[in-house]
């Protein structure tokens, strides 16, 4: 009985320490990992670089220009969710060399393609001549850094230009090193806001939300902090493309947006932020304050 009880004990033992061994291996492989696929050299992770959109559009009659509105915001949503995608494969790369044009790249034009007939379809349905875009539907990727353009909302001054993210808000580790100079997300600083024309009338609101300005990002933490900064950018197309179904078929009463949309963006917001600031606190950093980076407004 007490040999085994012993070697029951080792066991334990020996399994407590192979776990130990690979939750040691994980987090070198987390702290060392690039942002780009493979081991790099880089903090930043790549983003996708698809052609914008609303600056290649005729102008837009008022009847179509809810349909048109609602369909770029779900061009900003997708590229938004692939920047997502990307930031997570930088941070644990998986798949081979086609891995990113197979399960990224291509899915994206798949989808970009159907969405683009969408808004060819909402002039054509009007009467009007039906543009031609099948040219914007391809996307490639962006050097690790450099911030995905965006559609963006009607009648703001550009998108992505200003920023250092991955999309949709343009949060993340951007052009001037790991976000230390803010990731605006929308209000024509360099987020989900800004459209190259702003050409459609009567167009649907989106979310302005504040710059999330860091300091210096640790290089073990730059993974992770790219993740939630691309998440944020993903919580902002999701409301964005919300808001634009809404002007299309409006619903709920004068407080609807309130509790409906912002009131639980600020709630995702709250954990992405607090996710931030625990990455810099896990590697010994001092913890920075993002609390005043939560509640968004409407442009």
Do not use: H, W, Y
Not at 227 to 233: F, G
């Amino acid at each position: 009985m007490a040999r085994g009880t012993r070697k029951t004990a080792v066991l334990k033992l020996g399994g407590v320490g192979a776990l130990a061994a690979l939750l040691f291996a994980g987090g070198l492989q987390l702290a060392s990992a690039g942002e780009n696929n493979r081991p790099a050299t880089t903090a930043s992770a790549q983003t996708v670089n698809c052609p914008t959109v609303r600056d290649k559009l005729p102008a837009v009659p008022a009847a179509a220009s809810a349909q048109v509105e609602r369909e770029l915001a779900n061009l900003d949503q997708e590229i938004a969710r692939q920047n997502e995608r990307l930031a997570r494969q930088a941070v644990r790369p998986e798949g081979g060399p086609a891995f990113i044009d197979n399960a990224i790249l291509g899915p994206l034009r798949s989808k970009r393609v159907a969405v683009l007939d969408r808004i060819e379809i909402a002039f054509n349905r009007i009467g009007a001549q039906r543009p031609d875009l099948d040219a914007l539907a391809a996307c490639s990727l962006n050097a690790p850094g450099v911030p995905s353009a965006v559609n963006g909302g009607a009648g703001q001054n550009g998108a992505g230009q200003n920023g250092n993210g991955n999309a949709g808000g343009q949060n993340g580790n951007g052009q001037n090193g790991n976000g230390q100079n803010g990731n605006g997300n929308a209000g024509g600083q360099n987020g989900n806001a800004g459209g190259q024309n702003g050409n459609a009338g009567g167009a649907a609101r989106t979310v302005n939300c504040p710059r999330v300005a860091l300091p210096a990002v640790p290089a073990a933490a730059a993974g992770q902090v790219q993740a939630e900064l691309a998440t944020l950018d993903k919580q902002i197309a999701e409301a964005d493309a919300r808001l634009a179904r809404l002007a299309v078929r409006p619903e709920g009463g004068p407080a609807f947006i309130d509790n409906a949309i912002l009131g639980p963006l600020r709630s995702k917001r709250v954990a992405a932020l607090d996710r931030i600031e625990i990455a810099f606190n896990r590697v010994g950093a001092q913890r920075p304050n993002l609390d005043g980076f939560a509640t968004c407004g409407l442009n």
